[in-house]
């Protein structure tokens, strides 16, 4: 790939596969000394892939790193560390009980008379974090101290073996506003010094802020690297966003009008809803035969919406009232005898259990909602389970199958099949046809809008824009953890969102 006299890292050809994934397809990503490089891309794009591949925690398939101009392949991160590789990632590995020192030069002690020279410890590992302008006792343990100042520790570690490239995974995401201007303050100090930094984050405002280019990933492969100054906010959404090449637009009739809403229809209302570091406060009203798209990058809060919504997580403010009826002590089996289903955005993680039946997780979220005392016998079980395999058209050979065995698309499906088998009169999905065919991607749409039409709830999340806008009667927007604006039927196109995801209602380069 083309490269000037100041790139100092260069991956050429990048690919990497992983069973049912092509997880990279011929990546190239450059780094230039003294610059602060941006990864962007949505979940699934191949960020964190490619930053396994240059740590040495995975081997690609093919391609090619080099550094410095020669080429290198690191087999562990402690190999890729020494070769010049530093990273410091979002959840900050140190030892808390140990000191700020010993966090620092683990493993590289200074050594005297057989033991470690305690002086020299605290002495070198001050100076280091000097260079970051940060003055601290470095004989007190790493755990009394808050965030901010265990990111520094981390960064400070990161550097005390000559690095020549720093990457650090959504450093900010625990900071605050002023502890993330300290950070940005090291970030450009160090970049000044030309050492080369991949920055790894969500948030866009931050992007324009301290980088000085943009790559940006989809779907595994290289979308294309930017100089940031030349890219407008809203150009950046559309590359990480994409385009589906299908026609799904059969999906659009089914699809109808909702007549003025009818607050005797109201059948979610939250009020100054929100969670310290998951979402700020909002306002929310759902009502009976709609659904509400939710349009959003990456960490811009719509998952964390869904999750204060059902309880799995516990708001910090404000109240939630269902069906007339104000909720207290909010629980996701509280929110199920309420009628609510939630589809969970990563399926394998939090949704499917994969040594059951396909049967078996079918009927986990009703024979919950009954209890374990009140165990459904084997026939009804069956009846459901082969009810919805034939309402869904769940491809497996009997109900009996372990739901590991299925495709992702099926999966997905059984899923589905769990929330509906409770009968819920309010659905949230998240990410409900990622990873999956357009064919069962038309499928779940359409039976989304068939739902709404029998006068249930749905509130639908994705990342693909051109989806939320098939299958939403009203879509609220979100940034940075906040819901920024709500547009009814009249007002959903492609373009608004887009403008209003990036903060940039002109499309002017920044």
């Known amino acids: 790939m083309a490269q000037d006299s100041t790139t100092i890292l260069t991956m050429t050809g990048i690919s990497k596969a992983f069973p049912g994934v092509q997880a990279l397809s011929d990546v190239d990503f450059a780094l230039r000394q003294g610059e602060i490089h941006a990864l962007m891309g949505e979940n699934g794009a191949g960020k964190s892939t490619l930053i396994k591949v240059l740590t ?31 990273t410091v990632y979002q959840e900050i590995n140190l030892c808390p009980n140990l000191s700020v020192a010993e966090n620092i030069l683990l493993g590289r002690e200074p050594r005297r008379l057989g033991g470690i020279d305690w002086h020299a410890l605290n002495k070198r590992a001050a100076e280091i974090l000097r260079r970051l302008e940060v003055e601290i006792d470095v004989s007190q343990s790493v755990g009394m101290y808050p965030v901010a100042i265990q990111q520094m520790v981390a960064i400070s570690r990161a550097l005390d073996v000559s690095a020549k490239a720093l990457i650090l995974d959504e450093p900010t995401s625990s900071l605050s506003a002023h502890e993330t201007d300290k950070l940005f303050a090291v970030m450009e100090k160090l970049k000044s010094e030309g050492l080369g930094i991949i920055f790894v984050t969500h948030f866009l405002d ?15 492969k290289l979308v294309g690297t930017y100089p940031t100054a030349e890219l407008s906010r809203v150009e950046l959404v559309a590359h990480m966003i994409g385009r589906e090449l299908s026609d799904l637009e059969a999906v659009g009739r089914y699809k109808t009008r909702v007549v003025e809403h009818d607050h005797a229809a109201r059948v979610v209302e939250a009020r100054d809803f929100g969670r310290i570091g998951g979402m700020k406060p909002f306002d929310l009203d759902l009502y009976a035969g709609e659904v509400v798209g939710m349009a959003g990058l990456l960490g811009s809060g719509r998952t964390e919406t869904a999750n204060l919504l059902f309880g799995v997580d516990q708001p910090d403010s404000g109240n939630l009232t269902v069906e007339g009826k104000k909720v207290t002590h909010h629980a996701p089996l509280q929110s199920i005898h309420m009628g609510m289903g939630y589809c969970p955005e990563d399926r394998k993680a939090d949704g499917i259990v994969g040594d059951l039946t396909v049967r078996e997780n079918i009927i986990l979220a009703l024979q919950a909602s009954q209890g374990w005392f009140q165990y459904i016998n084997p026939a009804k079980q069956y009846a459901i389970a082969d009810k919805y395999i034939e309402l869904l058209d769940i491809s497996t050979p009997t109900a009996d199958q372990l739901i590991k065995n299925l495709s992702g698309g099926n999966q997905q499906k059984v899923i589905l099949a769990r929330w509906l088998a409770t009968e819920p009169e309010i659905l949230i999905l998240d990410e409900p046809t990622r990873g999956i065919d357009v064919g069962v991607k038309a499928e779940i749409q359409k039976l989304v809008l068939t739902l709404a039409q029998e006068g249930k709830t749905c509130v639908f999340i994705s990342s693909e824009l051109d989806e939320v806008l098939r299958t939403s009667h009203r879509v609220l927007v979100l940034r940075d953890q906040e819901i920024v604006a709500e547009l009814g039927m009249d007002d959903l196109n492609e373009q608004t969102i887009m403008q209003i995801i990036a903060g940039d209602t002109h499309d002017e380069p920044l």
Do not use: C, F, H, W
Not at 72 to 77: E, F, G, R, Y
Not at 206 to 220: C, H, M, W
């Open 206 to 220: 931050q992007v324009y802020r301290v980088t000085d280019r943009i790559t940006v990933l989809r779907n595994g």
């Open 56 to 86: 040495g925690v995975e081997r690609p398939d093919t391609g090619v790193i080099m550094l410095d101009g020669r080429e290198i392949q690191a087999k562990s991160p402690l190999q890729a560390q020494a070769q010049g590789i530093s």
